[in-house]
């Protein structure tokens, strides 16, 4: 998929997030990959179709599964080099290697899947499991910061969407939110990858969006509900 007049919603979103993890001392690297990566993962299960986010009986957190969202992270391939383009693994691989990391910097399509398929639910609830050293893991709940970031994915979305329209810019194929989201999440690994190790990068986001995947989004519904019955 490629990102040839994108740059604009691409950036947006990117400072969006920055923005969120962003305060007087600065922002940790791997948090600011963790609310792309979890707006991403979000963004694959809008994309499969198989449930409307905001408006279903799921409990959020609650796992997930089917070949609908596979497609749409990986093609449902399993090798790096036969996933499709426009997947989010192929986003990141198109725009990643060989500049910022190498093939081999990609963990196992493989181990991603076997990973967040034995860990989900395992985890603290609106979190996913990690394999990325102690040190490097993310101090905010990618569910949280999924619902958080939505609205601005939303509007940077319909914005595309209206320059695509007006053919301002050519809709790449297979365009989808999460096309959106993984070109931006692709832009901050390499935007970050002086201050953090680009194979740690890559793994730490492949496994946030991936989890992020096999779970159901917190809908701003829900949300509102906790908030109520916490009040209550």
Not at 56 to 64: C, H, I, K
Not at 199 to 216: N, W
Request: proline residues 6%.
């Amino acid at each position: 998929m490629t990102a040839a007049g994108l740059e604009p919603f691409v950036v947006a979103l990117r400072d969006v997030a920055l923005s969120r993890v962003q305060d007087e001392r600065g922002v940790r690297v791997e948090d600011y990959l963790t609310v792309l990566a979890a707006a991403t993962g979000e963004a694959a299960v809008v994309a499969s179709g198989l449930f409307d986010i905001e408006d279903n009986d799921m409990a959020p957190g609650s796992g997930v599964f089917g070949d609908a969202i596979n497609e749409v992270l990986t093609g449902d391939a399993t090798e790096l080099g036969q996933v499709p383009a426009s997947s989010v693994v192929g986003v990141l691989r198109d725009h990643l290697v060989p500049g910022v990391v190498g093939a081999d910097g990609f963990p196992p399509i493989v181990d991603l899947y076997r990973h967040v398929a034995e860990t989900v639910g395992s985890a603290r609830w609106g979190d996913v499991e990690l394999t990325v050293p102690e040190d490097h893991r993310p101090t905010v709940l990618p569910l949280q910061v999924a619902l958080e970031l939505r609205p601005a994915v939303v509007e940077i979305e319909a914005a595309a969407e209206r320059a695509f329209v007006d053919g301002e810019v050519a809709r790449p194929d297979g365009w989808g939110r999460h096309g959106l989201c993984a070109l931006a999440l692709a832009s901050a690994i390499e935007q970050t990858s002086a201050a953090i190790d680009a194979p740690l990068a890559v793994r730490l986001s492949l496994e946030v969006a991936f989890g992020m995947a096999k779970v159901v989004p917190m809908s701003a519904a829900a949300f509102q509900q906790a908030l109520d019955d916490g009040g209550a």
